[in-house]
């Protein structure tokens, strides 16, 4: 683990990676060390009703572990990730108000800005070389910013009435389900939070989640700081325990077109993976 006072090797170490992000795909980050441990059991779409034969192939209510689902089939969201490409919901957003929060644990800053603002933020080759400076041991989740939860709005649910309902008991009735649509950039995401059931599936980019058993844990994850960006958490504390035993932690990159059921109360945080990335999120309402 990398020892705070070294700011120079930290940033460093902090601008390789971001690099090696910005060209994931052509450097097969994925299947670096990093990002490519992955114990969260994946099952095809196709084999969902064998592995739910009791609920049709649909995930029940309050499944007890994370799963994470996969090959869907190749026009299950065509039309909604059409919509919310970075091209078209520029050119058909771009002058829509909209609610940033922060990305720590807590989400309790708030900040307005068009969404075209937000998304040239992230997005422009000087956004990318912010992200990769920033990437620190001086950064903190509470001073970055991140759209995701705020998409109540009628152009929001407009937008996501295209979107397909993972397969799930609770999302056979649509007003069981609450939805929350999510843009983010390179090295973005939200640090360690929890809440109830639900899915989130990765329209357009890569996302790395990370999960702990809140049984486990229940006065919060290893190293938990609620102002730790999940970039952060990773190289200070998942570093130091990547060779533990912990069989109530889960990690996997959950690849485009993929959905991740997480269960409830569980603990998670994620990470973006890509420079452009749109993602749905499904709360389901059972609880225990």
Same mark, same amino acid.
């Given at each position: 683990?990398?020892?705070?006072?070294?700011?120079?090797?930290?940033?460093?170490?902090?601008?390789?990676?971001?690099?090696?992000?910005?060209?994931?795909?052509?450097?097969?980050?994925?299947?670096?060390?990093?990002?490519?441990?992955?114990?969260?059991?994946?099952?095809?779409?196709?084999?969902?009703?064998?592995?739910?034969?009791?609920?049709?192939?649909?995930?029940?209510?309050?499944?007890?572990?994370?799963?994470?689902?996969?090959?869907?089939?190749?026009?299950?969201?065509?039309?909604?990730?059409?919509?919310?490409?970075?091209?078209?919901?520029?050119?058909?957003?771009?002058?829509?108000?909209? +609610?940033?929060?922060?990305?720590?644990?807590?989400?309790?800053?708030?900040?307005?800005?068009?969404?075209?603002?937000?998304?040239?933020?992230?997005?422009?080759?000087?956004?990318?070389? +912010?992200?990769?400076?920033?990437?620190?041991?001086?950064?903190?989740?509470?001073?970055?910013?991140?759209?995701?939860?705020?998409?109540?709005?009628?152009?929001?649910?407009?937008?996501?009435?295209?979107?397909?309902?993972?397969?799930?008991?609770?999302?056979?009735?649509?007003?069981?389900?609450?939805?929350?649509?999510?843009?983010?950039?390179?090295?973005?995401?939200?640090?360690?939070?929890?809440?109830?059931?639900?899915?989130?599936?990765?329209?357009?980019?890569?996302?790395?989640?990370?999960?702990?058993?809140?049984?486990?844990?229940?006065?919060?994850?290893?190293?938990?700081?609620?102002?730790?960006?999940?970039?952060?958490?990773?190289?200070?504390?998942?570093?130091?325990?990547?060779?533990?035993?912990?069989?109530?932690?889960?990690?996997?990159?959950?690849?485009?077109?993929?959905?991740?059921?997480?269960?409830?109360?569980?603990?998670?945080?994620?990470?973006?993976?890509?420079?452009?990335?749109?993602?749905?999120?499904?709360?389901?309402?059972?609880?225990?």
């Amino acid at each position: 683990m990398l020892p705070h006072s070294n700011h120079i090797t930290a940033i460093a170490i902090a601008i390789a990676v971001a690099f090696a992000l910005v060209h994931r795909r052509e450097s097969n980050l994925s299947n670096s060390l990093l990002f490519s441990n992955c114990n969260i059991e994946r099952i095809p779409f196709s084999s969902l009703p064998k592995y739910f034969p009791q609920t049709n192939g649909l995930v029940p209510n309050l499944f007890p572990k994370p799963i994470i689902i996969t090959h869907p089939h190749p026009s299950r969201q065509s039309l909604f990730r059409s919509l919310v490409s970075l091209d078209n919901i520029t050119n058909t957003m771009h002058d829509i108000d909209i +609610t940033l929060s922060s990305s720590n644990s807590y989400s309790e800053r708030r900040r307005t800005v068009p969404l075209s603002t937000y998304i040239s933020e992230f997005t422009s080759t000087t956004a990318t070389a +912010t992200a990769t400076a920033t990437a620190t041991a001086k950064a903190t989740a509470n001073s970055s910013w991140y759209f995701f939860g705020e998409t109540f709005s009628p152009p929001w649910t407009a937008l996501l009435s295209s979107y397909n309902l993972p397969p799930c008991v609770s999302c056979s009735d649509s007003s069981s389900v609450a939805l929350s649509f999510g843009l983010g950039g390179l090295l973005s995401g939200v640090s360690w939070h929890n809440h109830g059931p639900g899915f989130s599936e990765s329209i357009v980019g890569a996302k790395h989640w990370l999960v702990y058993d809140y049984d486990a844990y229940p006065a919060g994850v290893p190293g938990f700081d609620p102002n730790l960006r999940t970039i952060d958490w990773i190289d200070r504390v998942l570093k130091s325990r990547i060779n533990t035993a912990d069989k109530s932690f889960f990690q996997c990159t959950v690849n485009e077109g993929e959905l991740i059921y997480f269960p409830h109360n569980w603990w998670h945080a994620t990470l973006n993976l890509d420079n452009y990335t749109s993602f749905v999120s499904s709360f389901t309402t059972e609880h225990k």
